[in-house]
């Protein structure tokens, strides 16, 4: 009898062209595995070829998983600030902390090489501890100077949220550093916060523990209106996708009515990725909160961010 077709099978290729035959069976596959894998998440491509670049691209990350403990341990790991400014004022009323990679010679590692990566492996989680605690020891020196305290908040991965003590380890930190809590709101991507009831615990325990939550990247493709009315953040912030379609018609009305939404479920609202003046005048008009984005300030080291503190405190 004739089989009944499969359906929604689909069928990826790995191929390793102009095999060397002096190597053996295992690294032969191998090639063609490390190709196929480049294609796991592509829903468009459905073969791929082995190549130098590939090659590279393998190297580069068994490189930055290999270094990573190292990189720990001598505090490579790097911290800088992007403010977020009132839209009314115009002053800067607090940041995010953004990680760097600052090799020995000065050099940045792009976070956008390194943070998909551990996400992947599970080695964020201790990255995500790492810059907690050092963005608390920065707002602890703050405020033992007797420097004006903004908070900064920091990201938060998916892995880190459902990792077994993880509330009680940053409230742990938040108490030996004797800060407030409200000096480090926590920051959740969408895909992060997608609603279940294991997050929706997750999350109120974060609010029962006094941290102030952000819903961070709104907007940039995994929307879901029921993490905004099911669970407690207090600030949404609208992804530069939306941001860039502002000055068309129907992306002034899409962000418009996300605004409006944020408001209406108790949340402030602020816009990331800004880089216009056109695109702040609107805002303002729309009554958006704050925003963050290149045309005030880019991401900054310590020293620098200090130094915009100062020309931004009223005289």
Same mark, same amino acid.
């Given at each position: 009898a004739a089989l009944a077709p499969i359906q929604n099978l689909v069928i990826?290729?790995?191929?390793?062209?102009?095999?060397?035959?002096s190597q053996s069976m295992t690294i032969i596959c191998d090639r063609a595995f490390l190709a196929l894998k480049s294609i796991k998440d592509n829903y468009e491509g459905r073969i791929a070829y082995y190549d130098d670049e590939m090659v590279q691209k393998h190297l580069r990350e068994r490189m930055l998983e290999n270094d990573f403990?190292?990189?720990?341990?001598?505090?490579?790991?790097?911290?800088? +600030?992007?403010?977020?400014?009132?839209?009314?004022?115009?002053?800067?009323? %607090?940041?995010?902390?953004?990680?760097r990679w600052k090799r020995p010679d000065g050099s940045i590692i792009s976070p956008g090489e390194f943070i998909p990566l551990y996400e992947k492996n599970g080695q964020i989680v201790k990255l995500d501890d790492y810059i907690f605690r050092l963005v608390c020891s920065i707002q602890r020196d703050r405020m033992k100077n007797g420097q004006v305290l903004f908070p900064v908040s920091v990201?938060?991965?998916?892995?880190? +949220?459902?990792?077994?003590g993880m509330i009680e380890r940053y409230v742990k930190i938040i108490e030996?550093? %004797?800060i407030l809590f409200g000096c480090v709101p926590i920051e959740l991507t969408e895909t992060a916060s997608l609603y279940n009831e294991q997050i929706k615990e997750l999350t109120e325990k974060l609010v029962e523990t006094r941290f102030q939550l952000h819903m961070d990247d709104f907007g940039s493709g995994y929307s879901s209106m029921t993490s905004l009315n099911m669970l407690p953040f207090n600030v949404l912030k609208l992804d530069k996708s939306l941001v860039d379609y502002i000055d068309r018609p129907k %992306?002034?009305?899409v962000v418009q009515y996300t605004i409006a939404l944020a408001h209406g479920l108790g949340m402030k609202a602020l816009a990331e990725g800004v880089e216009r003046k056109e695109q702040v005048d609107m805002l303002r008009k729309m009554g958006c909160d704050g925003i963050q984005g290149f045309y005030y300030s880019k991401p900054q080291p310590g020293d620098s961010f200090q130094h915009l503190l100062e020309e931004d405190m009223p005289v």
């Open positions: 990826n290729y790995g191929v390793y062209q102009g095999v060397d035959k403990e190292t990189a720990v341990r001598n505090r490579v790991f790097v911290v800088y +600030l992007q403010p977020k400014y009132n839209t009314r004022t115009e002053q800067i009323v %607090g940041a995010e902390a953004l990680v990201n938060l991965s998916r892995a880190s +949220l459902y990792y077994d030996e550093m %004797g %992306g002034q009305q």
